[in-house]
């Protein structure tokens, strides 16, 4: 074998060795930035939505939910809408609004009302801001072509942001998951993966957010006997997704909440 020959296999096998160390291509990710922060400074605006919590093998359905909503700025935040919602196969829909610090249910034909800030509402997922991770948590980041010259990214997100998504699906998720005594230090989400779909004019119109949230129960104390604690390991997939519509939205019709039933918490 030539000196030559040999030089190149060397260069060719040191690239495929090294190729994929190198940073992410992020380079469209002030097209991200931009889309995100004129969705959240939109006036009226419509807002799809989808959420499904599966578990096991036979990925077996906790909870699906989906509906729409139409959120108003022009005097002061807010919002109506109506979901339907399986949780482990029973069955309801729901509609809810939002407006001057009162949220709004009717449920099963009880309206209900209960105080909460805007902040409060706006920090869990079905009710949040459009949002990015940090462009330095990018690892992978694709861009591929959609419908009427749109892009669509998918960006992997690496470091643990599990404090992060955990708030967006509230606390209600341990009892959700019929955990007795959920060992909160234990709760881990992994394989964060994040897509938006950005219109020609540079409107965002579509996101996705998917990933693994493990969750642990405590085991029993038993004397010398050191507990398995996959025994009582539960591993969800999430996967949300959320789609965006402006023109033409009207303000959200409310009703007159004075009439609901006044609850605590």
């Keep these: 074998m030539t000196r030559l020959r040999r030089a190149a296999l060397c260069c060719a096998a040191a690239l495929l060795l090294t190729g994929c160390s190198g940073a992410p291509d992020t380079s469209d990710y002030p097209v991200l930035a931009s889309a995100v922060a004129a969705a959240n400074e939109a006036g009226n605006k419509q807002v799809s939505f989808l959420m499904q919590f599966t578990f096991g093998e036979e990925k077996t359905t906790m909870l699906f939910a989906q509906g729409e909503y ?22 309801v829909t729901v509609e809810f609004c939002y407006a001057d610090g009162w949220y709004g249910y009717v449920l099963d034909g009880n309206a209900i009302r209960r105080e909460q800030t805007e902040e409060s509402l706006r920090s869990g997922f079905l009710f949040s801001d459009a949002f990015l991770f940090d462009e330095s948590d990018v690892t ?75 969750l642990y129960d405590t085991p029993p104390y038993v004397p010398g006997v050191e507990p398995d604690y996959e025994d009582y390991h539960l591993e969800l997939q999430i996967t949300m997704r959320m789609q965006y519509a402006y023109d033409g939205v009207q303000p959200p019709e409310l009703p007159d909440m004075n009439e609901y039933e006044t609850v605590s918490g």
Excluded: F, W
């Excluded at 139409?70 to 069955?91: D, I, P, R």
């Design 70 to 91: 139409t959120v108003g700025t022009e005097n002061g935040y807010a919002l109506s809408g109506k979901m339907a919602q399986t949780v482990l196969g029973a069955s």
């Design 140 to 214: 992978s980041m694709t861009r591929s072509s959609g419908d009427a010259g749109s892009g669509i990214y998918e960006l992997k997100i690496g470091g643990d942001h599990t404090a992060r998504l955990v708030e967006l699906l509230g606390e209600d998720i341990y009892a959700l998951s019929q955990l007795s005594k959920p060992d909160k230090s234990k709760t881990q989400a992994t394989d964060l993966v994040c897509g938006y779909t950005v219109a020609a004019d540079g409107r965002l119109t579509g996101r996705t957010l998917s990933y693994t949230l493990s």
